[in-house]
């Protein structure tokens, strides 16, 4: 068996009654793209970390910097890999798609790829994960789910969040949300799986985390089944990759692999020499080399060659797309891009320097220590509120009720009743939390404190 092009690039519309419209000054893919920067999901990511937790340097990346360079990237590499892909599927220009199609698609994507990352970013999903497994309230929600449920909450995961947030939070009265493109929704999901399969589908660069929560399985299987994907083993909730996913992907991983080293170096955590033979050994035309050394200052000279770098990497990436496409279409291709390219290794070095200068050093862990703190009083404090008034309703406390006066209507139940289901009830705030802006999360956790 194998994917088919003509499937994957389905403009059908998630959870849509109608058919995908007549094409006008924007296709269904730029739609999406649309959609997407207006939603409030989106906005949010203004004030979410990328790697410098509450940063007071207004040059450094937000996500929502980070989300726009990411779409930018991502649309350069669709457009490549689609003019390949139509060079070797001509039917597919007969049934109208161009190669503006898979860079809109990319782009999209690439876009909504951080839409369901918490605050403080990846320290916000390490301290949802170490609430429910380490705290004592976290445990006894834990001891009453099983199965993916549970996995869901113990192995907290923004991209499945993400899943969450664009075909169910964000246009919550829509079936499918914002009733995406089939085509996008696939390209966005890095990892289709549930978070509970066998151990071997856990495995290769997909299968790393998961994609979706259990209380999104039919939607993802609804969306397998319109794009053809390839279900790794029979009756395990698990696929092969989208094609244009590896895309996706490789558009982040160019992005803060020499973006996050520019970032650090602006906020005086890595000096010019470290950072400049790194760059320079994927920057190797003679004359960006030259134009370099004529450039006055460190902070422009760092700017000139991460833009050399990245043009480089892109070209790079498109080849290796075009070079293991055919294992794509087959599922027998699940390694990350960036790891393929000739300057792979360079790459690598530019992530071991972040590693070990950057996302591990004494200042970014005490950045990022508030906001662990921070998220584990937010969930101890309304996951409380809500089973008191679940399981106590007649007798709720009063700081219950002033508690749970401050969660909006849509992540508690109908009239604001709790959900009966305790997954349900869970899953709301955990939704509320993990939405929150760094400086919300903040504010909210000042409010609760106050007597």
């Not at 390949?84 to 809109?104: I, K, N, Q, R």
């Not at 993990?434 to 919300?440: I, K, L, Q, V």
């Amino acid at each position: 068996m194998s994917l088919r092009w003509n499937r994957l690039l389905s403009r059908k519309r998630l959870g849509a009654a109608r058919d995908a419209s007549p094409a006008g000054i924007r296709t269904d893919f730029q739609r999406d793209f649309d959609r997407i920067v207006f939603s409030s999901a989106f906005r949010r990511l203004q004030d979410k970390t990328q790697v410098f937790p509450l940063g007071r340097n207004d040059y450094v990346r937000t996500r929502l910097t980070h989300s726009l360079e990411v779409a930018s990237v991502g649309r350069s590499l669709g457009v490549l890999a689609g003019r390949y892909v139509l060079e070797g599927h001509p039917e597919l220009s007969a049934e109208g798609h161009s190669e503006t199609d898979f860079g809109a698609i990319v782009a999209a994507a690439s876009l909504a790829h951080d839409i369901g990352n918490p605050p403080f970013g990846h320290e916000g999903e390490g301290a949802i994960q170490d609430w429910f497994q380490g705290s004592a309230p976290g445990r006894s929600i834990l001891e009453r789910l099983a199965g993916a449920e549970r996995a869901d909450l113990e192995r907290f995961e923004g991209n499945a969040q993400g899943f969450r947030t664009l075909v169910r939070l964000q246009l919550p009265d829509n079936p499918g949300g914002m009733q995406l493109c089939c085509a996008t929704l696939g390209a966005f999901t890095k990892y289709p799986r549930s978070s509970r399969v066998a151990a071997p589908l856990a495995s290769g660069q997909s299968g790393k985390k998961h994609g979706f929560f259990e209380a999104e399985r039919q939607h993802f299987e609804a969306l397998a089944g319109e794009l053809g994907l390839l279900r790794r083993t029979p009756g395990e909730a698990a696929w092969c990759r989208h094609p244009l996913a590896f895309l996706v992907e490789a558009a982040d991983d160019l992005c803060y692999r020499i973006v996050d080293v520019e970032d650090a170096f602006r906020a005086g955590q890595l000096e010019f020499a470290e950072i400049e033979p790194l760059l320079l050994a994927i920057v190797t035309d003679e004359s960006a080399r030259k134009r370099v050394r004529s450039i006055a200052t460190e902070e422009r000279r760092v700017e000139y060659l991460r833009a050399q770098a990245i043009n480089v990497l892109v070209d790079e990436v498109a080849q290796a797309f075009a070079q293991h496409a055919r294992r794509m279409l087959s599922g027998d291709f699940d390694s990350d891009l960036v790891s393929v390219v000739p300057h792979a290794a360079a790459l690598e070095a530019l992530r071991e320097l972040a590693m070990r200068r950057v996302y591990g050093s004494a200042p970014a862990r005490e950045a990022g220590a508030p906001g662990h703190a921070i998220l584990g009083e937010l969930l101890a404090e309304f996951l409380g509120a809500v089973a008191a008034a679940a399981e106590r309703p007649r007798t709720l406390p009063e700081r219950s009720r002033a508690v749970l006066a401050m969660v909006p209507d849509q992540f508690l139940g109908p009239g604001r009743v709790p959900e009966a289901d305790l997954y349900a009830r869970v899953l709301g705030i955990t939704d509320f939390v993990a939405g929150m802006t760094d400086s919300f999360a903040v504010t909210t956790r000042e409010r609760l404190r106050a007597p």
